[in-house]
Antibody
Framework: QVQLVQSGAEVKKPGSSVKVSCKAS????????ISWVRQAPGQGLEWMGR????????DYAQKFQGRVTITADKSTSTAYMELSSLSSEDTAVYYC?????????WGHGTMVTVSS | EIVLTQSPDTLSLSPGERATLSCRAS???????LAWYQQKPGQAPRLLIY???SRATGIPDSFSGSGSGTDFTLTISRLEPEDFAVYYC?????????FGQGTKLEIK
């Protein structure tokens, strides 16, 4: 089963961008997609998008279209999520998840705080 | 997109009791592509059930899922102290994936 290790917490200014990494191990990187899900403090889960196996074209939730970019580097088995034009509403824990046909196995999460 | 509505928002029960959590979809979830996750404070969600009724690896048989189409249920047959947490349903039959708002299972 895949294990996922995410990068550390970030503090960002409004209007800036953040890039969170997710390094996979324990399974063949090309055999599953990577999804990204966020959770604002005290709130529920919100799916942002995914990059499919074999790193074909990413699929994004409409809410984040134009503001999120999900990429992956096969050589290092690492996926990335970059979110731009940050506002205080983007303060959340960002999770990557191994995605086998939509069934998610979660990383530990990365806290992103947006504050002036 | 498919909207998932969970009920109740909060469920107060005692250890040893049976818990029944509901998840209703705004349209049919194709091929029962419905999962349940458990989340404890400060932790990532954990997969419990996928395909509406299949238990994930290592999940005790006190957890069971049922349903199809638009109505799904997670049942915990006999509550243990460690089962008190927030539970989310998720559909993955169509993009975007969507989650219910969660049911908080608390100790009565």
């Amino acid at each position: 089963q895949v294990q996922l290790v995410q990068s550390g917490a970030e503090v960002k200014k409004p209007g800036s961008s953040v890039k969170v990494s997710c390094k996979a191990s324990g399974d063949t990187f090309n055999s599953y997609a990577i999804s990204w899900v966020r959770q604002a403090p005290g709130q529920g889960l919100e799916w942002m998008g995914r990059i499919p196996p074999m790193l074909r074209i990413s699929d994004y939730a409409q809410k984040f279209q134009g503001r999120v970019t999900i990429t992956a580097d096969k050589s290092t088995s690492t996926a990335y999520m970059e979110l731009s034009s940050l506002s205080s509403e983007d303060t959340a824990v960002y999770y990557c998840a191994g995605d086998r046909r939509g069934i998610l196995t979660w990383g530990h999460g990365t806290m992103v705080t947006v504050s002036s | 997109e498919i909207v998932l509505t969970q009920s109740p928002d909060t469920l107060s029960l005692s250890p040893g009791e049976r818990a029944t959590l509901s998840c209703r979809a705004s349209q049919s979830v194709g091929s029962s592509y419905l999962a349940w996750y458990q989340q404890k404070p400060g932790q990532a969600p954990r997969l419990l059930i996928y395909g509406a009724s299949s238990r994930a690896t290592g999940i005790p048989d006190s957890f069971s899922g049922s349903g199809s189409g638009t109505d799904f249920t997670l049942t915990i047959s006999r509550l243990e102290p460690e089962d008190f947490a927030v539970y989310y349903c998720q559909q993955y039959g169509s993009s975007p994936y969507t989650f219910g708002q969660g049911t908080k299972l608390e100790i009565k």
